[in-house]
Structures are given as C-alpha cells and as structure tokens.
C-alpha cells in the first residue's frame, strides 16, 4: 500500500506570500495529524482530524494557519501570510482506527520542508 | 504538564557496541509510550511501543527499550550497533489527557561509526 505522501517536500517562499501544503494519508486512514518541527526542537503538535472533522486544533499556532480536509481524504495546510518564525518541517500523519486509539501508532510522511526568507 | 524529555541532543557510538537513547516522560494517567526514527529526508518510522505488559519491549531492526514507572524512563537500547543505525531518534508519549496527540521529545541524534 502507498504510504502517506506530502506535497511539496520543499517549499521556499518570502515574508507575506502564501504557502499550501498538502497531505494525502494511506487510504481508508479516518486519522489524520499535522504535526511541525521547528529547527533542533521538538516535534509538536498542531491538528487531528477524524475523516473531515477537526477533532483537535489546539495545537495550531495562530489564526494565520488553516488546515481543511474536504471529503476527509487529502487535507490541505495553508500559511497565510507566511512569517520567518513558521519555517520548519511539516510531518503529516494518519492511523487507521476510527476515532482514538492510544495504543496505535501513526504512520508518518517525508514532511513538507517551509523555509521563509 | 506532559511532557517528554530526550536530554541528549547526539549520542556516538561505535560499530558493534551497545547504544542507549534516553528519554523521560510527565504525564498524568497511563503513558503509552512510542520510539520513531528519522533517517535522512524521510519521515519518521515506528520502532517499537509500550502499552501495558512486560517492561522490556521489542521492535524493529534489533531495538528495544525498557519502561520503567518509577523512573518514569523509556530508554532505548540495541545490543550491537551498525552504522546504518544512524538517524535521528524521537521519543514519544500518548495519553488519554492528550485527547490522542503525541508528545514528542526533541530528538537525539545518533551517530554511529565504523
């Protein structure tokens, strides 16, 4: 089966613009993660999804980030207008059991490198 | 707070010896607790878990890695490294608190030589 795949794996743009970051997880995953590495820290967490809803969005940094997921298959990460502080990694992920489950692990994709200059 | 402490940024290894990432967890409740590696321009790989149950598991590619409750510690280990072992290594913590999130730790690297 295909694995989770990202979109762009690298992405450079200005202080302003607009960046989409795209996620499309294995098929028939209701889960789905966005995840964000700030360089040399830790990975934190920014949004769950269960099939199209957000089941948490309390990691989201601020109302500059929108993250949607129509029909809940691909999501789709927007940064607009995109700062300095928001260049990192950004690791989509999904799992396949429907709603929580504690004990399942997360199988993650290569991750969208953002770098904002 | 929850929260997940990997207090080694690099750790050195040679060829055939035995490695030890650390990694220390706060959280409230039960901790399911996750090991995942990055190799270079990949994403990150599921190694191993702990849920409930013995306090040594095993996982992928010869890992393992030992709970310890009273130490609150999930130390992974492998008897021999390769230098294919080399990657960045994350520690990470689930818990019912956390409505389903990881929490990661920040990542140690992990060197190995020949």
């Known amino acids: 089966e295909a694995g989770v795949t990202q979109f762009p794996s690298h992405s450079v743009i200005e202080k302003g613009q607009t960046v989409t970051l795209r996620c499309d997880p294995i098929s028939g995953h209701d889960n789905l993660y966005w995840y964000r590495r700030v360089m040399g820290k830790e990975i934190k967490f920014l949004l769950h999804f269960v099939k199209e809803s957000k089941q948490d969005e309390s990691g989201m940094p601020n109302n500059r980030f929108l993250a949607e997921r129509t029909g809940g298959t691909y999501s789709t990460l927007k940064v607009q207008p995109a700062e300095l502080e928001d260049s990192g990694v950004y690791f989509c992920?999904?799992?396949?059991?429907?709603?929580?489950?504690?004990?399942?692990?997360?199988?993650f994709g290569n991750g969208t490198r953002l770098t904002v200059t | 707070a929850q929260s997940v402490a990997q207090p080694e940024d690099q750790v050195n290894v040679a060829e055939g010896n035995p490695l030890t990432v650390k990694c220390t967890y706060s959280?409230?409740?039960?901790?399911?607790l996750f090991w995942y590696v990055q190799y270079p321009n990949r994403g990150l790989q599921f190694l191993l878990k702990?849920?409930?149950?013995?306090?040594l598991v095993k996982g992928s590619y010869g890992f393992e890695a030992e709970f310890n409750k009273s130490q609150t510690s999930f130390h992974l280990k492998k008897p021999s490294a390769l230098v294919s072992d080399s990657a960045l290594y994350f520690c990470?913590?689930?818990?019912?608190?956390?409505?389903?999130?990881?929490?990661f730790g920040q990542g140690t690297e992990l060197s190995v030589k020949p």
């Open positions: 702990y849920i409930t149950g013995d306090n």
């Open positions: 992920a999904s799992s396949q059991v429907r709603g929580i489950s504690y004990n399942s692990p997360l199988h």
């Open positions: 959280v409230s409740g039960n901790p399911y």
């Open positions: 990470a913590v689930r818990d019912t608190a956390l409505r389903g999130k990881l929490i």
